[in-house]
Structure formats: structure tokens, C-alpha cells
């Protein structure tokens, strides 16, 4: 049985004390819904201040990314040492940090090892851009992005696969509930069940990202393969992201 999870990427949002402000004001609500798992993903000058007000609570925090070394010369980067305690999650490999930073699919690789390596959960996120859509590359990107990420890696119990059409990010433009199912459903979970064996592959909580919202979270969760979401937008949006929680929790049908 996976439990579901509900991750909001706040990006390049909200200085520490409106995120500070924000996990005050969603907290009490957000810790009642708790058959679900719920993580928030501030900026990471936000982290400390969140981690705190969340003390108590078990909403889960996590970073949006990690540097691929352990330490060194690679100014205005985070090394995954320096966010233990301050974070339990770390978003790897959104198409953001692969298009503006350059993140390729083995730095994923390495990013993924060092964030087990310090005890953090890595929410590895793979997806085919709009070109790559269109010129049917879709089950190859993923596959390829899917392995290239987990190369090397053993054990699966700690990480959360997050399937996210980058012609979805930010655009309002939803991957339907079958195409988000299709790649979920028909290639991650089989390449997870071929690299690491189908208990395996039954047990990771794949999320979809996406445009997802209030309005289209149902039918999406509806999905058998879908545990969740990687949510952007609506994540900034106290009752947005309260609102996608409980229908995650009534969708699952977890009372
Ligand atoms: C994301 O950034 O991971 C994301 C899914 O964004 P949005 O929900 O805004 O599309």
C-alpha cells in the first residue's frame, strides 16, 4: 500500500518570513489531514525558518535541489551535508534545474547518491519536453532519464519518482488523466519492476507534475498509478494546496 504524497515546489517564491507566514497559517489544518503525506519545498534560505515552525508537525520539508559534489569550489551552490536537518526531501532533477542550470542526467545520478548518502529523500523528477512530445520521444526520454537516475542505486525505499511533462510546468496546460497514466502506469513502474522487481516497483510512490490543480487533482489521482503530485502554482495557494491534500485523501479513499 503506497501512502500518497502531496509536494508543493514553491521555486523562486516568497522570502522567509512570508514562508514562514504561510506553513503558520496552513499548518494546523494541513497536520489534521495526515493519512497522506505532505511536504513543502521552500527556497533554501526559507528552510531553517520553515523547518522550525513545522517542529511538532509531521509535514515534511524539503530543499529544491542539491549540488552534484560534496564540497568544493562551486560557488552560490548547497552540498547535501549542509541540508541535513534542515530538510527531509530534495526535489532532483526538475526540468527547471535541467534547462537554466545545466543539470544533466548524470549530475541527477550523483545528486540522488549524495541525498541518500546524507539521509535525505530524493524526489527524482524526469519528463519530456514539448518537442520531444510531439516528435513521440516520450517513452524513450523517461526511460532513459529514469535510469540514468537510479544507475547505481540499489535500494528504492527512500525515493519518490515524480513524472512531469515539461510542456505542463507552469503553463496551465495539464497532461490528461490517461497520458499522465500512460507514462506513469505503462513506463515508470515497468522500468522500475525491471531494474528492482515488481514488489518494488508497487511499493515507490510515483507523483505527476503538472498544472495540477483543485479542478483536475480528482481525475488524476483517479489514476491507479498515480500516488500524488509535484505541485508548483497551486502549492503557493494556502487553500489550493489544503484542497489538493483532501482530495488526494478522498480520491485514495483513506479514512
Ligand atoms: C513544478 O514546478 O514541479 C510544477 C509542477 O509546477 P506547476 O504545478 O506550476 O505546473
Avoid at 107 to 121: E, I, Q
Avoid at 142 to 169: F, H, K, M, S
Wanted: charged content about 20%; glycine content about 10%.
Amino acid at each position: 500500500m503506497r501512502i500518497p504524497m502531496m509536494a508543493g515546489n514553491w521555486k523562486m517564491n516568497k522570502t522567509p518570513a512570508e514562508a514562514v507566514e504561510f506553513v503558520n497559517t496552513i499548518k494546523d489544518e494541513l497536520q489534521r489531514l495526515s493519512q497522506i503525506e505532505r511536504v513543502v519545498c521552500p527556497p533554501y534560505v526559507a528552510l531553517a525558518g520553515v523547518k522550525q515552525a513545522l517542529a511538532g508537525t509531521d509535514i515534511g520539508v524539503g530543499a529544491q535541489d542539491v549540488h552534484a559534489e560534496e564540497s568544493g569550489a562551486y560557488t552560490s551552490s548547497v552540498a547535501a551535508n549542509m541540508l541535513v536537518g534542515l530538510a527531509d526531501y530534495v526535489i532532483i532533477g526538475h526540468s527547471e534545474t535541467r534547462q537554466y542550470l545545466g543539470v544533466t542526467d548524470a549530475d541527477v545520478n550523483k545528486k540522488t547518491k549524495l541525498a541518500l548518502k546524507y539521509g535525505l529523500k530524493p524526489i527524482v523528477a524526469i519528463g519530456e519536453t514539448l518537442e520531444q512530445n510531439e516528435l513521440g520521444q516520450t517513452t524513450v526520454v523517461c526511460d532513459r532519464q529514469l535510469r540514468a537516475a537510479l544507475e547505481g542505486i540499489t535500494d528504492l525505499q527512500n525515493i519518490v519518482i515524480a513524472y512531469e511533462p515539461v510542456w505542463a510546468i507552469g503553463t496551465g496546460r495539464t497532461a490528461t488523466p490517461e497520458q499522465a497514466q500512460a507514462i506513469i502506469g505503462g513506463v515508470v513502474r515497468p522500468v522500475l519492476a525491471e531494474l528492482y522487481g515488481e514488489a518494488v516497483a508497487q511499493a515507490t510512490r510515483i507523483l505527476y507534475g503538472g498544472s495540477m490543480n483543485p479542478a483536475n487533482c480528482a481525475d488524476l489521482m483517479k489514476q491507479p498509478d498515480i500516488d500524488g503530485g509535484l505541485i508548483g502554482g497551486a502549492s503557493l495557494k494556502v487553500n489550493d494546496f489544503i484542497a489538493l491534500t483532501r482530495i488526494a485523501i478522498e480520491v485514495k479513499a483513506l479514512f
